[in-house]
Every structure is written in structure tokens, then in C-alpha cells.
């Protein structure tokens, strides 16, 4: 390998470790709840709103809904109220006939039901 080959082989291999200590500096979702009072921009930003889709039907879509839910739950605990998030979704996992937990909707294998509050 030549000399100049070298410097931005190793600026390839650290660009994705800037990347991820820049992520934690400054995160891509910031919720009311992360205010600290000292950012003018926020104070300008007004009511935060949610709007959560999930456009696909059916069982076989199970994910798309529970993501859905999921987030619903993310934002309600960051600080989020009901009025300001809007949920778009068919709702027919939860009360599916092939849903081994009717009424439940869970994001992960061993995970709490987040259905539970999401707007109907």
C-alpha cells in the first residue's frame, strides 16, 4: 500500500466511529421531555406533533402495526400528549383470530403488550 493510500484508509476505517460518538452528542429525536431551557430554537418550535402510519393490513403485517404501537409508547413516555400524536393504522392484529394474544400487540419476543393506550 502506498504512502497516500494509507492516511485515507484509515479515515475510512474511523469515519464510522465519528458517526456514532457524534449520534450520542446529539440525538436525532429530541422530545419535550429532553428540554434543558437553553435552546433558543426550541422555544421557537412550538407544539410537537407525532404522526404515526402503519399502511399495511392483515396478520402478515404484524411488525408494521406493532412499530406503530410501539413508537406510540416511545413518544407518550418522551413527554408527548394524546392530542399531539396522530395514529394511522387498519387495527385488525390485536383482536386477529391468528393472534396467539388477543387484544396484545408486542414489538419484541419477550415484550409488553403496546396496544395498550394507543388511540382507537
Known amino acids: 500500500m502506498s504512502r ?3 492516511p ?9 466511529l465519528l458517526a456514532v460518538v ?3 452528542l446529539e440525538p436525532l429525536l429530541r422530545l419535550p421531555s429532553d428540554k434543558d431551557g437553553t435552546d433558543p430554537i ?5 407544539t410537537r406533533w407525532a404522526v404515526l402510519i402503519a399502511g399495511s393490513l392483515g396478520y402478515g403485517n404484524y411488525r408494521h402495526q406493532a412499530d ?4 406510540y409508547q416511545i413518544m407518550k413516555k418522551g413527554g408527548l400528549k ?5 395514529v394511522f393504522m387498519y387495527d385488525d392484529i390485536a ?3 391468528d393472534n396467539p ?3 396484545v400487540i408486542i414489538n419484541h419476543p419477550e415484550g409488553d403488550d403496546v396496544y395498550a393506550g394507543v388511540p382507537k
Open 4 to 6: 497516500p493510500a494509507l
Open 8 to 16: 485515507a484508509s484509515l479515515l475510512l476505517l474511523f469515519l464510522p
Open 22 to 24: 457524534d449520534s450520542r
Open 42 to 46: 426550541d422555544e421557537a418550535a412550538g
Open 68 to 71: 406503530v404501537c410501539h413508537a
Open 82 to 86: 394524546d392530542e399531539n400524536i396522530i
Open 95 to 97: 383482536n386477529s383470530k
Open 101 to 103: 394474544r388477543p387484544g
